[in-house]
């Protein structure tokens, strides 16, 4: 390990099991194996001192092969596929308490790989992961067909099937690695599907320890398989392989374009998380002391790395000084610092890459005149962090309004009237999701319904629950993640006809 490292584990005392982990080379899991690291390998980075952490295996469309092919005998030979709902839902709910034992351990091993802060890693990634899988596991016994009254001649019986759809192709973003994995894994495992997941090429560790509790949990070998390498070469084989049956992808927009090009190909449904750039409207009645307290979590957290951060605000504009007031004291109080330390209220993001993206935007943004009200620039000293950034413009067309940066940042414009704050919020290609800040209520029900976003808050930014859909419209993709539309998707519904013969009576 390096000794930059070493030394931060030993600072922070990070469990000698996950020191162990990250220690080693790491493959694909496939078929309930560990597969030796063999050919290729790709660098994996600690982002809070840009030094080398570990290596990991890079796959081939071979080992694609081979793990559809696994987790394909899974979907109709062994154990899974002759396991009742009861125990299939017994497994998910035993996943659950094993990931909630060793919720420090999966944290600590994030946040080494991500760099994010610890402990809202455990609440929210880790725990958050915990609580989809007994959602989910609840609907494993109540997976529900029809009989339907039919109108064809003759006598019939008529009823539908719901069986699961097949193999899933799960493809992940580094942002939140282990939390978006559980968001892919839960319902199609519920559904009785089985899942070749990929995860991003920074950050596929987590994953990695996570197939050794599916191991304790008792699921079968070849129900989850993880191949990791670079999307490029592995995630494009995935997608558009003959022999999965169903693509769930979260990631950016342009991927998610050749994601859906490659599934559709291959002629399996898809469903796209995509990229975001979500509007918060506050009226000039909005408690902007409770807005500028929220950007902590909605803008802020993750070092901004959130899809559905809240990174444009409009605010009306009799009150527009005083909310950028409020919100450089929040990004000034922010401390940044290395994800294990507890006084971390931001880590630095994923990796280097990342950081010089965000700051080629506040380039961008300084030559296209936006205003930097705090921020828009690197703090000096080793590893990816980024200042918490406030930024204000008039002008909607703006590469920094429009694009999604991917960082703590934060862009304030001001409106005047209602319809305008709309046509504002709504000129984007993006419609992940979006908040209203007011306290009046006929104002916020048609802000609701004319705000083009597939989670809508009020008073709020970027509550999720697992039992709430998410997901967007337009160049945010489609298709549910979480709640029981998730569930739907990783079903087929089979049309079944008994022909009632006329007896002899
Ligand atoms: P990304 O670059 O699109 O990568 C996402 C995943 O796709 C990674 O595993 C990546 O592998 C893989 N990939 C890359 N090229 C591929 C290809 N040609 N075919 C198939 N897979 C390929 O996204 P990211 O940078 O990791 O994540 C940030 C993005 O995710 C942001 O746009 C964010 O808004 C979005 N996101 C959306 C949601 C949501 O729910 N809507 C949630 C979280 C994040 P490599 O790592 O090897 O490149
Ligand atoms: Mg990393």
């Keep these: ?35 030796a690291v063999t050919g290729e390998t790709l660098d994996v980075g600690e982002p809070s001192t840009g030094r080398l952490l570990t290596r990991i295996a890079s796959g081939t469309a071979a080992d694609i092969d081979a793990a559809v092919t696994a987790a394909r005998r899974a979907l109709t030979t062994g154990a899974w596929a002759v396991m ?48 989809l899988l007994r959602y989910m596991a609840g609907f494993a016994t109540r997976i529900e067909g029809a009989t339907r009254e039919v109108s064809a001649p003759g006598e019939h019986v008529a009823m539908t099937l719901r069986e699961p759809v097949g193999v899933v192709a799960a493809i992940v973003p580094w ?59 592995i995630g494009d084989a995935l997608a558009g392989h003959p022999g999965v049956s169903k693509v ?55 070092a901004g790395q959130v899809c559905s951060a809240g990174s444009r605000l409009y605010v009306h504009r ?102 305008e704050a709309l046509a504002l919020a709504n000129d984007n290609e993006y419609a992940l999701a979006g908040s209203v800040w007011t306290k009046d209520l006929d104002r916020a029900l048609r802000c609701v319904r004319r705000l083009e976003a597939g989670s809508v808050w009020v008073n709020a930014h970027d509550l999720v629950d697992s039992a709430m859909p998410f997901g967007g419209f337009k160049s945010s993709g489609f298709g549910k993640d979480m709640g029981p539309e998730q569930l739907a998707h990783f079903l087929r519904t089979k049309a079944v006809w008994f022909q009632v013969g006329a007896g002899e009576g």
């Excluded at 342009?254 to 975001?276: C, D, F, I, N």
């Design 1 to 35: 390990m390096d000794p930059a490292i070493s030394a931060l584990c030993e600072r922070y005392r990070v469990d000698r099991r996950v020191v162990d982990f990250v220690s080693g080379e790491h493959g694909h899991y496939v078929d309930g194996e560990r597969l």
């Design 84 to 131: 009742r709902p009861n125990e299939r839902q017994r497994v998910l709910l035993s996943l659950a308490d094993l990931i909630e034992r060793d919720a420090r351990v999966i944290a600590e091993i994030e946040t080494l790989d991500n760099g994010k802060a610890l402990g809202p890693c455990i609440e929210m990634d880790v725990l958050g992961g915990a609580d």
């Design 175 to 233: 942002n939140w690695p282990f939390n978006m994995a559980m968001w892919k894994i839960a319902a199609p495992l519920a559904a009785g599907c089985t899942i070749v997941l990929k995860p991003a090429q920074q950050t596929s560790l987590s994953m990695l320890y996570f197939t050794r509790l599916c191991e304790e949990a008792g699921l079968p070998p070849g129900v989850l398989n993880v191949v990791v390498g670079r999307g490029g070469v």
């Design 248 to 302: 769930s992808f979260t990631g950016s927009t342009p991927v998610g374009r050749q994601v859906g090009a490659a599934a559709g190909r291959a002629l399996s449904p898809v469903t796209l998380e995509l990229g975001g750039k979500s509007p918060m409207i506050a009226f000039a009645d909005a408690d902007l002391a409770a807005l500028a307290e929220s950007t902590r979590f909605s803008v802020f957290f993750n």
């Design 318 to 419: 009799s009150r527009f000084d005083e909310a950028v007031e409020f919100l450089v004291r929040v990004a000034r109080s922010l401390r940044l610092r290395p994800g294990l330390d507890p006084e971390c209220d931001m880590g630095p993001v994923v990796s280097a890459g990342q950081r010089d993206s965000i700051l080629r935007y506040f380039d961008a943004g300084r030559e296209e005149g936006a205003g930097f009200a705090c921020g828009g620039d690197a703090p000096a000293g080793e590893g990816y962090f980024v200042k918490p950034t406030v930024m204000t413009a008039s002008d909607n067309r703006l590469r920094v309004v429009q694009e999604e940066i991917f960082g703590p940042a934060l862009v304030v414009l001001p409106f005047d009237d209602e319809d």
